[in-house]
């Protein structure tokens, strides 16, 4: 940047270069703090004020209007009425959109506002960008208890009333989990959209439209009374002896019991259980290897490295059984309508389900009610209580360290320690099972 003091006869006569050159104006006057002269490598000259936006503390430029449709003595004045706007705690830019909204009649206005609809069309973009697995039971619950009440409302519109309406009708349904999953979901979904015009990634997106939420209107409401908050359910050890021994052809179908024995046997996730891939698993070196963009993603410490999860002979021999009913698909636990698709959790929860609370005929005793995430709770408590340290339980399910010396420094990957204990546990789970059953 050059400064130089501005005159017609230097702007008339400065000639473009290869890149962006920009000529300050050496003028002693405060009000013309910033005030320059820009001109592009095509020749295209116009005055702009450099300055600090008082809302995000950043750099940014302002176009006063470009040479010579505007005189040097014009531009200035430009200038000084941009500073006059900065001098308010103001940004010029920010100021200008809300004069040209504001311009607007009633009708404009509303038309230029985003829907609900838009709103969530968005927010799931950014989720899915993120790579959140929440994102397809954000859709799903959309589609299915907010957008029949409210998608076509424009934001700005949306209520208190209209959320709590939203949450009693599912509280009634006797589904107070969901009432308050909704819940969150909506409150996540309009804070992106308050903060969404600031966002890096949003701000400068021409197809967002403004959805002008001035305050989020589910912050006044209050979750749903009967959720279990903390979850705590896990099975004991003569739970899971009799649950292997149980599952099978005549409780559910052979892959999601195969399901259950793996997420006992290794403590993973139940979807990284389910979408894990022939590919994954190394035979020889006996390494399950779990790509970073299929670990869960939380906060700002996102998972960048791939999750190493030793496997034994034991896991061998379930897996031999998992290629019995996979057919040729990579996954393991392919859908059984698209083998180009990994089954899904709602498949295992709903078979879990049914082994839980026998129908019809069935002279099978009901089993404990659980959720497959219960299992992983399981694994973590039993490996416990077995005598598998707690540093090396957690690195084998993958969990992050929060302290400073784990998330900058710590890159040792535990692989011998997570061997041992993995080893300890499968050797520990064969015995109560055939204690119980040769299933295995």
């Known amino acids: 940047m050059i400064k130089t003091g501005l005159t017609d006869r230097l702007i008339k006569n400065a000639k473009a270069g290869t890149n962006t050159i920009r000529l300050r104006d050496n003028s002693s006057d405060p009000a013309l703090k910033g005030f320059m002269l820009q001109i592009l490598p095509s020749g295209l000259k116009t005055f702009v004020i450099s300055y600090t936006s008082p809302e995000s503390g950043k750099r940014r430029f302002i176009k006063l209007g470009t040479y010579p449709a505007i005189s040097l003595k014009e531009g200035r004045e430009a200038a000084r009425q941009t500073r006059q706007i900065l001098d308010k705690g103001l940004d010029p ?3 200008a959109e809300q004069l040209k909204f504001d311009a607007l009649t009633q009708k404009e206005r509303l038309e230029k506002l985003g829907t609900v609809d838009d709103l969530f069309k968005f927010y799931l973009i ?4 993120d790579l959140k697995r929440s994102a397809k039971q954000v859709k799903s619950i ?3 208890d907010i957008e029949p009440c409210i998608g076509h409302l424009k934001c700005s519109e949306v209520t208190t009333a209209h959320v709590i309406d ?8 006797g589904a107070p989990t969901l009432a308050n999953r909704t819940r969150s979901y ?7 959209g308050q903060h969404c015009k600031s966002s890096p990634r949003w701000n400068k997106n021409k197809e967002r439209p403004d959805f002008n939420i001035s305050i989020n209107p ?5 979750k749903a009374p009967g959720e279990n908050r903390v979850a705590n359910n896990y099975l004991s050890k003569v739970d899971v002896s009799r649950l292997w021994g149980e599952i099978g052809v005549d409780a559910m179908s052979p892959d999601m019991a195969l399901a259950i024995k793996l997420l006992i046997s290794t403590g993973q996730r139940v979807e990284e259980v389910l979408s894990a891939t022939w590919s994954e698993f190394d035979r020889q070196e006996l390494l399950w290897t779990i790509p970073a963009e299929r670990r869960k993603n939380r906060g700002k410490n996102k998972s960048k490295e791939p999750h190493l999860v030793p496997i034994t002979e034991f896991h061998l021999r379930i897996l031999d059984e998992i290629r019995q009913y996979s057919g040729n698909s990579r996954f393991l636990f392919p859908h059984h309508l698209d083998n180009s698709k990994p089954r899904t959790s709602d498949s295992l929860s709903q078979a879990v389900y049914r082994f839980c609370s026998p129908q019809g005929k069935s002279k099978r005793a009901p089993f404990p009610k659980f959720a497959p995430r219960d299992l992983r709770r399981t694994w973590k408590t039993l490996s416990g209580s077995i005598g ?10 993958g969990h992050a360290f929060q302290d400073i010396g784990s998330i900058h420094y710590d890159r040792y990957d535990y692989l011998k320690e997570k061997r041992l204990g993995i080893k300890q546990w499968t050797d520990w789970l064969e015995t109560i099972i055939n204690n119980k ?4």
């Not at 939203?166 to 349904?173: F, G, H, L, P, S």
């Not at 598998?388 to 690195?395: A, D, P, S």
């Open 218 to 222: 589910v912050i006044d409401t209050k």
């Open 437 to 440: 059953s040769d299933v295995l």
């Open 388 to 397: 598998i340290g707690l540093e090396v339980r957690n690195k084998i399910q």
């Open 186 to 192: 909506l409150r996540a979904a309009f804070t992106f």
């Open 142 to 144: 959309y589609f299915r």
């Open 93 to 95: 830019i920010s100021y």
């Open 166 to 173: 939203i949450i009693a009708t599912i509280e009634n349904r």
């Open 126 to 129: 950014d989720l899915e960008m």
